[in-house]
């Protein structure tokens, strides 16, 4: 039984190679349906009428992998996106992007800036990508907005930094889930985390259904937050 539930949830969607081994596919094999399954987990999310959902895609580190791998993911992003973006779009689910950009081909850049804009309005969910996205650089390019901006020590606080992160207007995550049996943060919303419940299963990225999202709500829901406080 479901006590509470979270108003934000972010994932970290890993196994998609694995999850290829297992059945006798490339690891891009993996990776398609690893972002087929994004448009399932998202819209199970939003039965649930969660707010914010928040999705790991892509590190900065990521780009370290086997060029074949990197170029094929991107492929399938470029795609893809639309068509699942129109699918969003059809469910009221508005669309981010969490992370740089510039590394990005320009066709990949309008196609992202568009999703944006499309679904801009949209007020049942919001759902951000991280795609290209470390927790470090965002805190780094955190604290380069402020000395560009000259803004004095003394008036920066916790409020007014994260004003200076990627999406400042998306609250904190109340639960992190990690999928694929590693058990770490693996450089992902470092600053946004400080609170965040963690949940770890060993069931890979193109697995996670409905079933293993009420496994991890249903944990959630057991936890007493404290923030510190007795």
Same mark, same amino acid.
């Given at each position: 039984?479901?006590?509470?539930?979270?108003?934000?949830?972010?994932?970290?969607?890993? &196994?998609? &190679?694995?999850?290829?081994?297992?059945? &006798?596919?490339?690891?891009?094999?993996?990776?398609?349906?690893?972002? =087929?399954?994004?448009?399932?987990?998202?819209?199970?999310?939003?039965? $649930?009428?969660?707010?914010?959902?928040?999705? @790991? /895609?892509?590190?900065?580190?990521?780009?370290?992998?086997?060029?074949?791998?990197?170029?094929?993911?991107?492929?399938?992003? =470029?795609?893809?996106?639309?068509?699942?973006?129109?699918?969003?779009? +059809?469910?009221?689910?508005?669309?981010?992007?969490? &992370?740089?950009?510039?590394?990005?081909?320009?066709?990949?850049?309008?196609?992202?800036?568009? /999703?944006?804009?499309?679904?801009?309005?949209?007020?049942?969910?919001?759902?951000?990508?991280?795609?290209?996205?470390?927790?470090?650089?965002?805190?780094?390019?955190?604290?380069?907005?402020?000395?560009?901006?000259?803004?004095?020590?003394?008036?920066?606080? =916790?409020?007014? @930094?994260?004003?200076?992160?990627?999406?400042?207007?998306?609250?904190?995550? +109340?639960?992190?889930?990690?999928?694929?049996?590693?058990?770490?943060?693996?450089? @992902?919303?470092?600053?946004?985390?400080?609170?965040?419940?963690? $949940?770890?299963?060993?069931?890979?990225?193109?697995?996670?259904?409905?079933?293993?999202? =009420?496994? /991890?709500?249903? /944990?959630?829901?057991?936890?007493?937050?404290? @923030?510190?406080?007795?």
């Amino acid at each position: 039984m479901i006590n509470s539930f979270p108003r934000h949830v972010s994932i970290i969607m890993d &196994g998609n &190679g694995r999850w290829a081994k297992q059945h &006798g596919l490339p690891r891009l094999g993996g990776h398609r349906a690893g972002v =087929e399954n994004i448009r399932r987990v998202a819209e199970v999310f939003a039965e $649930y009428k969660l707010k914010y959902l928040t999705l @790991f /895609a892509f590190s900065t580190e990521n780009w370290g992998r086997p060029q074949r791998e990197v170029k094929g993911l991107l492929q399938i992003l =470029e795609e893809r996106i639309d068509q699942e973006v129109e699918f969003l779009h +059809d469910k009221n689910i508005r669309v981010c992007h969490l &992370g740089r950009l510039d590394r990005l081909s320009r066709k990949l850049q309008q196609k992202i800036r568009g /999703a944006i804009e499309l679904t801009t309005n949209n007020s049942r969910m919001t759902l951000s990508i991280a795609f290209d996205y470390g927790g470090r650089g965002e805190i780094l390019d955190a604290v380069r907005r402020l000395l560009t901006d000259k803004v004095s020590p003394g008036d920066i606080d =916790e409020t007014l @930094f994260k004003e200076y992160l990627y999406l400042p207007g998306i609250p904190d995550p +109340d639960l992190i889930i990690r999928t694929g049996g590693e058990i770490r943060l693996s450089n @992902f919303l470092l600053w946004q985390a400080a609170y965040s419940e963690l $949940y770890f299963t060993e069931v890979l990225w193109p697995d996670f259904g409905r079933t293993e999202i =009420e496994k /991890a709500v249903a /944990a959630y829901s057991q936890r007493q937050r404290r @923030f510190g406080e007795i």
